[in-house]
């Protein structure tokens, strides 16, 4: 009765482990890339978050008509925040400057410099261009 009671609690356990990892999990595919049916412009932006042998590295591309350059940055992960910056010499289509996030299992709430970027909402999903 104790073995059964002891490895009831312990799927319990195992099972709420595996729902908060799945909850702070800041891998993964963020992208507002869209075409537009008129122009035939894409516009939006796309991060992929991947795991590196150091902690974390992000494929950053954004897009207003051409898309830029895709370019990887190094990005610093607490918990569910996320930390990059895009440098001054970028063709990415980012601002040059530190971005900041929260992911969630919905997708990732970024904050970076003033301007389109400074408080913007990326779903998780597949990349525009798979």
């Known amino acids: 009765m104790k073995f059964r009671l002891l490895l009831a609690a312990f799927g319990i356990l195992l099972t709420s482990q595996v729902s908060l990892a799945q909850e702070s999990k800041v891998t ?12 035939g412009d894409i516009s939006g932006a ?3 978050v991947v795991p590196n042998p150091r902690g974390y590295s992000a494929v950053v591309q954004a897009s207003e008509g051409a898309p830029g350059f895709p370019e990887v940055v190094n990005v610093l992960a607490k918990g569910t925040n996320i ?3 895009i440098p001054k ?5 980012f601002e040059p400057g530190k971005y900041v996030g929260t992911v969630t299992k ?3 709430k970024l904050r970076g410099p003033k301007g389109f970027y400074e408080n913007y909402f990326m779903p998780r999903k597949r990349g525009y261009w798979e």
Not at 28 to 39: M, P
Not at 89 to 93: H, W
């Open 106 to 108: 919905e997708g990732l």
């Open 83 to 85: 930390e990059f910056w």
């Open 46 to 48: 796309e991060i992929h």
């Open 28 to 39: 993964g595919t963020f992208s507002t890339f869209r075409l537009s049916e008129k122009s």
């Open 89 to 93: 010499d970028s063709a990415s289509g």
